[in-house]
T-cell receptor
Framework: ETGVTQTPRHLVMGMTNKKSLKCEQH?????MYWYKQSAKKPLELMFVYSLEERVENNSVPSRFSPECPNSSHLFLHLHTLQPEDSALYLC?????????????FGPGTRLLVL | LAKTTQPISMDSYEGQEVNITCSHNNIATNDYITWYQQFPSQGPRFIIQGYKTKVTNEVASLFIPADRKSSTLSLPRVSLSDTAVYYCLVVGAPYSSASKIIFGSGTRLSIRP
């Protein structure tokens, strides 16, 4: 499925690096989400955007900074990460302007922080 | 907030019907029940959604009793490729708060030959 794409698929970074994760949805959806999935843990919702405005930020550390320039693109800027931030980062989108509708997920970015 | 409870894991064999039950005792009037499937190192994939009684699509059936305090995902004649983690979510409409989007630990389903 190519409805929601994420790049890069794999990323290794040091704690002092700055990197960005990119998500693009080709479904014409209005809401986009960032999730974190650590090993053997449930998915944790990080950020939600609806019509390019941030709807919710679930107490995420400031070293994670989201950006939504338009309804098709979502970025997650990373800086001074910690090893415990190593996880699978998933992007999703949903059709309407209300969050929580059926979500379509991308393949994820596997992040390793050394 | 309608918390969900699912079995941590289940095992079955190819060709069998698998039923995964989810408890959601505090479900609200406006809440819908949604199931997702996740394979390793992939994002979850929507399977089915329902409000009450029975919903069926080409992949699965969802049974919801009258009190809506539980739901059962039914996978007919499973194959090895159905080995995955299955998540039950309860999300209210209008979908007013992202804080209600809780995936939980899911049920790890293993299918054997």
């Amino acid at each position: 499925e190519t409805g929601v794409t994420q790049t890069p698929r794999h990323l290794v970074m040091g704690m002092t690096n700055k990197k960005s994760l990119k998500c693009e949805q080709h479904l014409g959806h209005n809401a986009m989400y960032w999730y974190k999935q650590s090993a053997k843990k449930p998915l944790e919702l990080m950020f939600v955007y609806s019509l390019e405005e941030r709807v919710e930020n679930n107490s995420v550390p400031s070293r994670f900074s989201p950006e939504c320039p338009n309804s098709s693109h979502l970025f997650l800027h990373l800086h001074t990460l910690q090893p415990e931030d190593s996880a699978l980062y998933l992007c999703a989108s949903s059709p309407g302007t209300e969050v929580g509708e059926t979500q379509y997920f991308g393949p994820g970015t596997r992040l390793l922080v050394l | 907030l309608a918390k969900t409870t699912q079995p941590i894991s289940m095992d079955s064999y190819e060709g069998q019907e698998v039923n995964i039950t989810c408890s959601h005792n505090n479900i609200a009037t406006n809440d819908y029940i949604t199931w997702y499937q996740q394979f390793p190192s992939q994002g979850p994939r929507f399977i089915i959604q329902g409000y009450k009684t029975k919903v069926t699509n080409e992949v699965a059936s969802l049974f919801i009793p009258a009190d809506r305090k539980s739901s059962t995902l039914s996978l007919p004649r499973v194959s090895l490729s159905d080995t995955a983690v299955y998540y039950c979510l309860v999300v209210g409409a209008p979908y007013s708060s992202a804080s209600k989007i809780i995936f939980g630990s899911g049920t790890r389903l293993s299918i054997r030959p």
